[in-house]
């Protein structure tokens, strides 16, 4: 069994003060790969998938973390279509909260 492990993808919340914008299509098209060459049986995210630390003091957003959640994955929702496809692609997918993981 193959497995690709991430990590630390940040995806916030508002394209403005997020820190990994300009890395967002260099990891649709690592997924991409991954299902497209059968490069593993599952991929592991291990923490820090969304970010709701690095954000500036001004800024006034959801509140609750279901709805910020909900926000930062309408925000970012190509990275989730591509995640679906590697699920519906028949590989596992794990998610391993981090310390940015509130």
């Not at 300009?22 to 991929?43: G, Q, T």
């Not at 800024?59 to 519906?88: T, W």
């Amino acid at each position: 069994m193959k497995t690709i492990v991430i990590s630390d993808i940040h995806l916030g919340i508002d394209d403005r003060i997020a820190e990994t914008v300009k890395n967002r299509p260099l990891l649709i098209a690592f997924l991409e790969d991954i299902i497209a060459k059968r490069l593993a049986d599952e991929v592991v995210i291990n923490g820090d998938f969304l970010d709701q630390w690095f954000l500036p003091g001004s800024y006034f957003g959801p509140e609750a973390s279901d709805e910020f959640y909900l926000a930062c994955a309408k925000n970012n929702q190509p990275v989730m279509d591509a995640f679906q496809k590697l699920i519906d692609s028949g590989i596992r997918l794990v998610y391993v909260p981090g310390n940015h993981d509130m």
